[in-house]
């Protein structure tokens, strides 16, 4: 995963170039001319220490965090770890 620059915008705001805009087209973000159409924003919410996401809404509705595949990927590895480490060991009746 390539770092990012992170870079202050005005006296309070702080923002990140993305040198590539693939994914963004990907996505369905850009327009058909590969530009963000006006007033295009994205929903930033801190997680926990040094860990945030950010969601673009489509038709004006932000991603439930359930519906992330990310998020999704995540809960099920802790869950899977979490059934592993508290199971009984077989054939220990």
Known sequence: MPHRQLRKIGTD???????????LERDGILDDEGDLPENTT???ERLGERTYLVRVP?????????????????AGQLFLEN???????LGAD
Do not use: M, N, Q, W
């Open 13 to 23: 705001s702080v923002g990140i170039v993305l040198e590539r805009s693939d994914f």
């Open 58 to 74: 489509e038709d004006g509705d932000v991603p439930e965090l359930h519906e992330c595949a990310p998020i999704r990927r995540v």
């Open 83 to 89: 059934e592993v480490s508290s199971s009984k060991p």
């Open 42 to 44: 994205a929903f930033t």
